[in-house]
Structure formats: C-alpha cells, structure tokens
C-alpha cells in the first residue's frame, strides 16, 4: 500500500521540535529562525530541492545556503530528516566541542552544508556566488541537447543579512547578470536580537529588490505550505531575473508565549516553554524522537538516488557525442590543473629571469596572467572597478555581463561584495576566482577576506598599490598595517615579490595552493630586475631565499620584500665595500618560509647571526619576529602622506643610507 500523505505542518514541526530541543541541551543557540521557517523549509526540501543526500557532492544538486546562519539547527534538521550523513546523537551534539553540528553551518564539518555561514550577508552574498559560477559553467560547457549543469541556488536570509550593506552590493550586481536560477527566501518576522525591527529598519524592501531588478514575488503567508509551493515555481517561471520571495512569518512559531517575541530569537524557550509548545504543536514525542512514519516521509534518499542516476545517464552520453569537453569539465571540478601546466609554468618563470625587465609588479602580474590564462580555462577574473589600476585584464579576457560563457567579472565598486560572491565561486567548483583592488581597500573586503581562510578555498586576492610608494593619493590610499594583518590570518599565504620574477613564481604558488586563498601584492611603481642563478631561480618558490651572498665572515642579515629589495642590495654593497660581512634575504612569502623545514630556513637564516635588519615599507612591529627585539626595523610607525614616492621614502627614512646605518649600529 502507498504511504499515507502526513499533514505538512506536522513534518514541519519536526524542525520545530529538533531545533528547540537543540538550543534548549546546549543551553545556546537560536530556535527562533528555524521555528519561524520551518514551514518554508518543509516545502523547499520534501518537494522542490535537487539534492541526493547519499552523494552530497553530486555535481548537478541545487545549493543550499542558510545566510541568516545563527538559525543552525534549521539546516540541520533538514539534513539529518532527508538523509545525510547527520545522526540524532550528532544533533544532541549540538554546539559542543568537535561535534558536527557547531554554532553556525561550517563547511567541512557538516555534510550538505555548502559553505560558512553567520557573519550577516556574507551568505546571500555566496549565494550570488554560486549562481555565477552555475551560469557560466553551464555556458561553457552545455550543449545543444546536454544541459549538464542546470540547478539553481537557493537562500534563506533575515532582516539582519538585509541591513548589512554587502547585500546591497551583490543583489544589486545579481541583477545586472541576470542570475535566474538563485531564488532568495526572506524571513519576514519583524524581530532582531534588540526587539521590534519597525524602529531601525523600515525600508521598503520590494521596491529596493525590484530596482536592482529582480523578480519580486509577495508578501506571502510562510506559514502556508500551498503559497510557498505557488511562489517557488514563480520563481522557476522567470529565467532572466533572480527571485525574492517575501515570506511573512512568526518568529519561535509554535512557542504560546514567546512567538513574536526577541526572547526565542537567541535563547533557549525554557523547559516549562518547550512544554508548552509540544501541546500546542501536538507534539507528543519525547526530547530528540522523530517518530518512523515522519522518518520515512522526510527521507531524500530514493528520489535522490533517482536524479542522480537519470543526470549521470544524460552525462554519460555527453562524454561520447563530447569527450574533451566532459573531460574537461571533470578535472576542473575536481581542482586539478592541467596536467603539463607546472612545466609550462615553470618555462615561462625562466623566460622572464633571461628577459630582465624593470616594471611595476602589478605590470609583472598581468604578464603572468597572460602566460597563465590561455592554459588555465578556469581563471575567473575580476576588480573592484579598477582593473586599469589593478591589471588584472589579460589579453583572453571576455566579460561575463557580455558573453556568459566568459572569464571576468566586473564588479564595479564592491570590494566586499566581490570578495564574498568569489568565495561562492570557489565553493561551487569548476573555477579558479582572482579579483582585485587597492591593498587598502582590502579593509573593506576584510570579513570575506578572513572567511576565504576559514574555508580553505581556493581563492586569489590581487592587491595592488601595495605601500606608501603609491605616491601622491595619501594616507587615505597607502596601506601600513594591511600586510601584517593578512599575514596573521590562518591559513592565508600572502606573497610581496620583489620583481617580475618573484611576481610569476607567487602567481604560480596561489594557482598551485589548494587548501586555503592567496593574497599576491603588487607595486604600482617600477622594479628593477634582481640577477639571481639557477639555484636562487629555484628557492624563490620557499618564500625566502639569499639573494645576495656576504663576502667573507657573514656578520649581518638584511631580510627586505617587494621594493625594499632594492634598497637592502645597494646598501649590501656599500658594507661590502667597508669590508663587512653582509647578506641579502629576499623573503616575498613569511608563510611559505615558515612551512620549510627547519634546516633550510637556519640556513637562510643562521641563529648565530643576531645583526638583523628588516626592511619594508609597511608596519615595522611585524618584522621583530626575525630580527629580535636586538634587531632593527626599517620601515612604518605612522600613517603616510600625500607627496612624490622620492620624497616619502625620504622622509619617512626607508632609504640606503637608513638600512646600512641600522646594520653598523648592530655589528
């Protein structure tokens, strides 16, 4: 016999019981969201969502992304009910050290969940994210007859992602592209974390979603199952616009005396409330049990199982009416580059050491991407609006908001929003993102920046104007502590080269990097060529490497990056000619030096050897770390100011005559 149709309020109110009996073990926690949702969810996940949770890694799903992610326990009861690898003692777990279901959806940790999420916006921002990356994906690779990949990007979010300013820079550019398969759920409750919304947020949200020009579908009831179904297919209806669907819904939904209410938005109800609301539910289960006969009607698994296989069928006859492209396609979401990539890399790294060029490190780095690109199809560029500053535009460039089945973004002024959307990108696979701006303007990206880190993705930061040798712009514009930041982010590895070759060798490590993002800084002013031999050429990729040898007894170290460089060799050669012992380290990556075993960084950098100077024109305090507290930095304390880089450099002391004064005070 057929199974019995559950009435859809009582599977919701299995999230409604999951979540309050979460929050309420943990005593932490938010069951407000996933309560007010539940009903949202419930016909979003049974009915409508492509997913297979026996392979959450199947290429072709829909993606999931929880913005408002302190409401948790929602996304983990729609895991652990439809199937996936996420147990009821995992759900008793909650919040708890190690455990699977920690306080906001981490990626990594859970499976199903697609990427970290709690800091408000950055999730509708992935969102976009991965609504790119489905777009142009399919351009590239679908053909006539083989629509390969085709899903959509589904997203929760609250008043709170709404009031953060980075959804206005990507829903803003989301609907310039034209992303018709991302479709937004917005949790109308009227309720933050300081009470009743109606006293700081009163925009109009329709009208703000229909000019940036998306489909606006409600106020709907998201109570009521029927209209969330009607809605959704709405939504499905309109391909050249991205959906928001404008749910009303009532916060801790179920709760007699605290729905409506702040005081279930981040608490736990309370026994004597969670008692209360089962008997209004007509929840008559105990703590954590899910009765069978919802088990069975939540369970994702079978027709899961069903998609796939009909998807794989269609990809099979893909790969033989198109074998390159179907190859093609798997490698890159696998994240490998190609094969003959590193040798074709490390040629080109030769031919720019032979060719010797003076050039701005930014000009270095748009070289290399014109050598790199034509052999990585899976570049997907981009800038904050200064792509004639940054350089990231190489010579195969084609903009996405001309030719879908292009390579680059512009992402106009949107310096966070850029950063958070290429997270997306990275996270849905079948791309490498790189975008830029000013190192600066890193500041306003910095939260995405961090969540690249968090994440482990694959993400490259083209920071250009890298120091107070941007010159005439000022303080406002010349970076001092962004570099000593970046490089005390976990997981980040940060690369300030020297010249055109150490710009190529970093761009070679971020493409290469696959567990974690890269921050490549450039210069916007010329470099001279430094000579190096083979063995020097080799060492570059180790992060640091002696670029000068010292003639005779070595007695000082001079440790420099990016322009500095310069200033420690000349002033290496006025010691030498005193007849001192002197030793030049070119150090463009301290996280790829501190990864080298520890004997080939005491050979680079003797522990007998106390006299050390640092040199760069950033902030001076980092650099006690390698020269000691006996040590001598050159380099910022202040913020900068508005002159010619020759005169700034003087003033601010970060000369030749400064690096080869510190190093006779010390030996």
């Not at 996936?84 to 759900?91: A, E, K, Q, S």
Request: charged share 20%.
């Amino acid at each position: 016999m057929p199974a019995v149709a559950l009435p859809e309020r009582r599977l919701a109110n299995a999230i409604r019981a999951l979540a309050m009996d979460a929050v309420q073990q943990a005593n932490s926690g938010h069951p407000g969201a996933p309560m007010g949702m539940a009903d949202i969810a419930e016909v979003l996940w049974r009915g409508i969502f492509k997913h297979n949770p026996s392979n959450p890694n199947w290429i072709n799903r829909d993606r999931f992304v929880l913005s408002n992610g302190h409401g948790s326990m929602l996304q983990y009861a729609l895991l652990h009910l439809t199937g996936y690898d996420l147990t009821i003692d995992d759900l008793k777990q909650f919040r708890q050290l190690h455990s699977r279901t920690p306080g906001h959806p981490e990626y990594g940790y859970t499976a199903g969940v697609e990427t970290t999420t709690g800091p408000l916006g950055q999730g509708i921002a992935n969102a976009v994210g991965f609504a790119i990356a489905e777009k142009t994906l399919a351009a590239q690779f679908n053909r006539d007859g083989f629509n390969v990949i085709d899903h959509h990007t589904y997203c929760f979010l609250g008043d709170g992602c709404l009031m953060e300013g980075i959804s206005h820079e990507v829903c803003s550019l989301a609907g310039t592209l034209k992303l018709g398969k991302l479709v937004a759920f917005y949790d109308d409750n009227g309720i933050s974390i300081d009470g009743e919304v109606e006293g700081w947020f009163t925009d109009n949200t329709a009208q703000r979603f229909a000019a940036y020009g998306w489909q606006v579908i409600g106020p709907i009831d998201g109570h009521d199952a029927d209209a969330v179904r009607v809605a959704i297919m709405d939504a499905h209806s309109d391909s050249t616009r991205p959906t928001l669907i404008i749910c009303k819904t009532v916060i801790g939904c179920g709760s007699p005396n605290k729905q409506g209410k702040e005081e279930c938005h981040g608490a736990p109800l309370g026994a004597s409330e969670i008692a209360a609301t089962r008997a209004a539910l007509g929840w008559d289960y105990a703590p954590f049990e899910i009765p069978a006969d919802i088990y069975e009607a939540w369970d994702c698994r079978v027709k899961g199982d069903v998609l796939e296989k009909n998807w794989q069928g269609q990809f099979d006859a893909y790969q033989k009416a198109h074998p390159d492209l179907a190859s093609e396609l798997l490698r890159r979401l696998k994240g490998e580059l190609p094969a003959a990539f590193a040798l074709q890399a490390k040629a080109y790294i030769e031919e720019v050491a032979l060719k010797g060029e003076t050039i701005a490190s930014r000009k270095a780095s748009q070289n290399a991407l014109n050598a790199f690109g034509p052999l990585l199809p899976e570049l997907l560029g981009g800038s904050a609006d200064l792509a004639g500053s940054n350089l990231t535009l190489w010579k195969g460039c084609h903009g996405i908001q001309e030719n879908t089945a292009g390579n680059y973004v512009f992402y106009g002024v949107r310096e966070f929003g850029m950063s958070a959307i290429m997270n997306g990108i990275a996270l849905h696979g079948g791309f490498i993102p790189y975008g830029a701006t000013f190192l600066i303007f890193m500041e306003y990206a910095r939260n995405a920046v961090r969540m690249s880190a968090l994440m482990k993705q694959r993400v490259i930061y083209v920071f250009t104007h890298d120091s107070i040798g941007l010159g005439e712009d000022g303080p406002t514009h010349q970076p001092i502590e962004q570099l000593a930041s970046l490089r005390g982010t976990p997981n980040m590895s940060v690369w300030r080269p020297a010249d055109a070759v150490e710009s190529a060798v970093a761009w070679l490590s971020a493409l290469q990097k696959t567990e974690g993002p890269t921050s490549l800084v450039f210069s916007r002013q010329n470099l001279p060529h430094m000579e190096r031999d083979a063995l020097q050429l080799d060492n570059i990729s180790k992060g640091a490497y002696i670029l000068a040898e010292e003639k005779g007894v070595l007695e000082a170290i001079i440790i420099a990056t990016g322009s500095e460089v310069e200033l420690a060799v000349k002033a290496q050669q006025q010691l030498t000619a005193q007849g001192k012992g002197v030793r030049v380290v070119s150090m463009p990556s301290v996280d790829a030096f501190m990864a080298q075993d520890v004997s080939y960084r005491d050979k680079v950098l003797p522990p007998a050897v106390r006299a050390r100077v640092a040199v760069e024109a950033s902030h001076a305090d980092y650099w006690y770390k390698f020269v000691g507290l006996d040590g001598k930095v050159i380099g910022m304390t202040s913020f900068g100011e508005s002159a010619p880089i020759k005169a700034l450099y003087q003033h601010f002391g970060i000369t030749v005559e400064a690096v080869v004064d510190a190093v006779n005070s010390l030996s």
